[in-house]
């Protein structure tokens, strides 16, 4: 078998409304799929990690710097492609978009191996450890609004996400320490007592503001504190979780085991949160999980994006071993976004209708049975909203 095309798709729509995080406003929906052909006619699909403008310049890496390295290659040899392409692409970028594109073309190689054996992802990785996964909801997104009418927005959204069945659920920071706060309340107030919350800054805060907002989630019970301050602060990092209760959480913005060993030495996590779509793919998220549980730091991966991301984080999830062990173990969550998502509801010609499993089972979501990714996006879809690059 012998790798014939690698396709790139850029899909695009304009959303309803506006959302926000601490670092910008955005009105589109972007998802950036990558397709490879085989002379056998065996299909794979991948995704890469990047909104809008990165989507569009990480297509020409996949089609103009990655696809001629594995044209011919055999699909099967996916761990020998991945360090071929990593190692032409060292001086480059060890991180950022190359590894972006190199994870969308790993993860479809997966699909097409896991085809090949007529096994789901997570059989080929060692069996599913559990055949469903709890699903957090998160929302809560900054918009062009006054404090009070994001307070009491939150605190609805929040009973809303809780009422959806989900088994928890986040929220957005990034007005300013003593507004997030506030914001932090309205949550608390909107989901109440017992029900777990956990709050993103996406890394705004100088190691004192996220003291002054960390020590206000502590008391107010949240669950984790993700991105507090800049990925490349590991020493905020160290000092936040040595000087906090409430878990420190991170790591998305890592991109292989290299960046991941040194987070991991410098002990500022209490949760590891990679990204599939970005790391390096399958093959790098597995070498990264193994650096994780060394330090016995557990995992809660960071999704976003496509059914294609989805469905890849559910595999990962049901593969992933129970850290420490026991009768009632430590177990993973699916983090899913609430907000208005197209490529993720309707991609699929068969959906994944994660909000409708959630609803009917609790908060659960079923592991997919069927061989590689166990997806077929409709092609149809994917012309009435890609575009014209």
Known sequence: ???THVISHVLQYDLPSELGYSQQYYH??????????TDEGVTGWGECFGPGNVAVANKGIVEKVIQPMILGDDPMDRDVIWHKVYNLLRDHGQKGMPMQSLSGVDIALW?????????????????????????????????????????AR??????AIRDMGFAATKMKLGLGPRDDVKLAQAVRDGVGE???FMADANHCYTTADAFYVGRALEELDAYWFEEPVAPEDLDGYRELRAGLRVNISGGEAEFNRWGWRQILENRGLDI??????????????????????????PVVNHV????VAVTTNLHLLAAMPALPGG???????????????????????EPLDIQGQVKASGGYVAIPDKPGLGIQPDRDFIKRYELDL
């Open 327 to 349: 009768l009632f173990p430590w177990e993973p969550m699916l983090e899913f976004d609430t907000t208005d998502n197209k490529f993720r509801d309707d991609l699929l010609i």
């Open 304 to 307: 976003w994006g496509s059914a």
């Open 272 to 297: 590891a949160q990679p990204e599939v779509c970005a790391i390096g793919g399958i093959s790098e998220y597995l070498r990264v999980l193994a650096l994780c549980h060394a330090h016995f730091t």
């Open 111 to 151: 699909d097409i191996a896991g085809q090949v054996a007529g096994l789901p992802i997570h059989m080929l990785i060692g069996g599913a450890h559990r055949d469903r996964v709890p699903a957090y909801g998160y929302g809560m997104m900054l918009k062009r609004e006054s404090l009070n009418d994001h307070v």
């Open 154 to 159: 939150f605190r609805d959204e929040a009973a």
């Open 28 to 37: 589109k929906r972007t998802a950036h799929l990558v397709e490879i052909r």
């Open 194 to 196: 017992g029900f777990r």
């Open 1 to 3: 078998m012998k790798i």
